[in-house]
């Protein structure tokens, strides 16, 4: 695989100078900037030092830096900052245009595509974020707009105060005007927001039972930010603002490992990795008239 490849899977949740800024208390949520590395860079090693590094992966050390280069000048990172103008968490969203990357990510990662995929769940969120299990297929159509919800990070001492929810707020707010865009090139029928989850953070109980839409899955939340944003480009499309029931299906996956002091960026064999599930959230746009 690339080394574009694993730029993508850089602190990727399976297993989330001049910045514009909105304000949350003393919080401010931006995209990330050259001037961001340094903070971000040691926010990482945090991480890696903590229980985070269960469910995030992390590329060899060598490569990490140039990697985090690469994800800003893409704009597919945003941060979260204290009143000091501090660095306190991170996270990682981006609208995929190039369709070789998407295949990369549907096949490779999340497996919701390809001779890997196997599907362990089918739901659908009413709009008031009732989960109902069916035995429903999706059949993801050429014309999809994927979203790919990435690594995402918080440090301990900012838990609990809605950080990560306002950063993926604002990271969804700012790629907004690209799924737009994207959307209207493709004549979409439908949005999706795809991403990964180690057991933990899946509603997998202790006994390997799936449990989707429990506390312990983090879907829960991440589905009350996708909703909004979803309306909002449906409205913006297709004129349409009524609120959709929005499917939930799960994927066998696995967290990527590295071995931190390679030289290479190559994976360690599933075997030696940490199970995990891709997960696509999909939500259904109004279809144009072609004729």
């Known amino acids: 695989m690339s080394i574009k490849a694993f730029g993508r899977i850089f602190v990727l949740c399976l297993y989330t100078v001049s910045c514009s800024a909105m304000e949350v208390e003393d919080f401010t949520y931006a995209r990330a900037c050259d001037a961001d590395v340094d903070q971000l860079h040691r926010l990482i090693d945090e991480a890696r030092a903590t229980q985070a590094n269960e469910r995030l992966v992390f590329l060899p050390t060598m490569f990490q830096r140039a990697t985090l280069k690469n994800q800003i000048a893409q704009g597919r990172l945003f941060v979260a900052k204290d009143g000091d103008n501090t660095v306190i968490g991170f996270k990682k969203l981006f609208v995929i245009t190039d369709q070789q990357e998407q295949h990369e990510i549907l096949t490779g990662e999340i497996r919701s595509h390809g001779s890997n995929a196997k599907q362990l769940y089918s739901g659908f969120y009413n709009p008031t974020f009732e989960l109902r299990e069916t035995e429903h297929t999706p059949d993801y159509s050429e014309n999809t707009t994927y979203v790919y919800n990435g690594g995402d990070f918080t440090h301990p001492d900012f838990r ?8 993926m707020q604002k990271a969804l707010e700012l790629v907004r005007k690209d799924t737009v865009d994207k959307v209207q090139i493709k004549k979409s029928t439908h949005l999706a927001l795809v991403y990964g989850l180690v057991n933990q953070t899946a509603g997998i109980n202790e006994r390997g039972e799936e449990k989707p839409g429990s506390e312990t899955d983090r879907t829960s939340s991440i589905v009350k930010c996708f ?3 979803a309306r909002e480009v449906h409205q913006e499309v297709y004129g349409s603002s009524e609120s959709q029931s ?17 030289q ?15 997960c696509v959230l999909l939500y259904p746009l ?3 008239d072609n004729e």
Do not use: T
Request: charged share 30%; with cysteine.
């Open 286 to 288: 109004a279809q144009e």
């Open 160 to 167: 609990q105060k809605g950080v990560n929810r306002a950063l």
């Open 264 to 278: 290479k960026c190559v994976p360690k064999p599933d075997q030696f990795s940490v199970e995990a599930r891709g």
């Open 246 to 262: 929005i499917g939930y299906y799960r994927y066998k996956a696995f967290k990527p490992s590295f071995d931190s002091d390679s």
């Open 227 to 229: 909703a909004p944003f």
